[in-house]
């Protein structure tokens, strides 16, 4: 902090602006290379959760922020599913007037430093940038800058809080407290409704928490945003189950008035081949909550996670490449992923697979798991792979894997992680009766409110969507609550 306030106050940072202010050439702008993301070593990285991206210097920041031309059409804000004003916070970041930034980001955003880390932009905000989309070059680090802005405010110790409207007195509740709920509880709380959060676990954050790594998304820093919405008013309830500690009619009598289900996508699936039940064969979800939400990596806990030398991960998606390079940080000598397509058809994020392989995953691409076997005490010890080949498009546009007859190989393996997708948590939808479903078990709901069967039962998140990111989540909690408080307000 000290570092980064010296800096602002030097006469580099003033020659800096000084420049900027002479320099409004928007071509001297798009000459700019963007910003490298300082990492820490990936030696050094896989023997702790160090979070692996370093975060930017005050100058990097206001540097990468000059690259930005201020569109008179910023296509960078339809990317986003929140709706930041991506121009009007980096602008602030180039002025020098970082706590202004994260303003801006906190008009629309309850979890800015979350995003900053976790959130696809090179799918969204950054693949709607005018580099990407008229000069093909690389977009402006958007990001990046995010995350820079709400790390600033939190290290400066003056943390705002956005202007909340008078108190209205009417309950609503939010069930699930991952980035949907979350997004959906700080919307309700800026319209000045009393809000309460009725998270299961004992721990708020959802996803946030049990799903994603300390070296991806450190808790304290989910923490923070969590004390951020409680300074709005917002209310948490832990170790309660909607529909099983208590049923929605209960909670009606206490007065809530509306419901917003954010309870996500919590049951694994796996893929029902021979010796799937063997010991030492989990599910991306359980190992991924036991290590992240109840220490398991500590062999002295209550409930030790399995985790081996030669550990195997089925998926190629981000919570699998979160699986494998965990195994790596719990002492694995070989991390492999098993992928049934082609490394141009991962489903993960490009950062995510560059730091696995610059850790020491390896990749089995086109091969797919058919067969597990074990040793006489039931622990798994080896898996069958066979080849796979690429064939026809299948319903999602990719093109469909297909076995490659005769091509199969025996690996020996001590852990497998299975991370081929979740399917919607049943608790809430089996409560209510009435409450409309998919097939897939997801609840129905309207796409442009997201109001389900039940008129005062709103949804949003992987319980709607299946699976899906947290910048998606996020979206449908602040577009739920727009609705809400329309129904609210007519009601």
Known sequence: ?????????????????????????NKERTLQERVKMPEADPQLRIQSYVEVNSGLSAEQAQKEASRCIDCPNPTCITGCPVEINIPKFIKRIEEGEFLEAA?????????????????????????????????????????????????????????????????????VACIGSGPAGLTFAG?????????????????IGGVLKYGIPEFRLPNEIVDVEIEGLKKMGVKFETNFIVGKTAPIEDLKEEGFKAFFAGSGAGLPRFMNIPGENYIGILSSNEYLTRINLMHAADKNTDTPVVSGKNVVVVGGGNTAMD?????????????IIVYRRSMEEMPARVEE?????????????????????????????????????????????????????????????????????????????DS??????????????????????????YAGGDIVRGGATVILAMGDGRKAAQSMDVYLKNK
Not at 3 to 25: G, M
Request: hydrophobic share 35%; with cysteine; proline share 6%.
């Open 353 to 429: 697979i560059e730091h696995a392989k610059e850790e020491g995953v390896e990749f089995m691409t086109l091969s797919n798991p058919i067969e597990y076997f074990a040793n006489e005490k039931g622990q798994v010890n080896k898996v069958k792979i066979q080849k796979m080949e690429l064939g026809e498009p299948d319903a999602s546009g990719r093109r469909r894997p297909v076995p490659v007859e005769g091509a199969e190989e025996i690996i020996d393996v001590d852990t497998v992680v299975v991370a081929v997708g979740v399917s919607p948590n049943p608790i809430v939808p």
């Open 1 to 25: 902090m000290e570092n980064r306030d010296s800096y602002l106050k030097s006469e580099r940072a003033q020659e800096w602006r000084e420049k900027l202010r002479k320099s409004k050439n």
């Open 432 to 457: 209510l009766p009435e409450l409309e479903v998919t097939s897939w078990g997801t609840i129905k709901v309207e796409e442009d409110t997201l109001q389900s069967s039940i008129p005062e039962m």
């Open 323 to 335: 699986s494998v390079r965990t195994a790596k940080r719990l002492g694995a000598d070989r991390a």
């Open 187 to 203: 919307e309700m709380a800026k319209k000045g409704y009393d809000v309460t959060v009725f998270e299961a676990l004992h721990e």
């Open 103 to 171: 303003k801006v980001l906190k008009e629309t955003s309850s979890l800015p430093a979350v995003c900053g880390r976790v959130c696809p932009q090179e799918k969204q905000c950054e693949a709607n940038c005018f580099y990407t989309q008229k000069l093909k070059k690389e977009p402006v680090a958007i990001g990046y800058l995010e995350r820079f802005a709400a790390d600033y405010e939190r290290e400066s110790g003056k943390i705002s809080v956005p202007e909340i409207q008078e108190k209205n007195g009417i309950k």
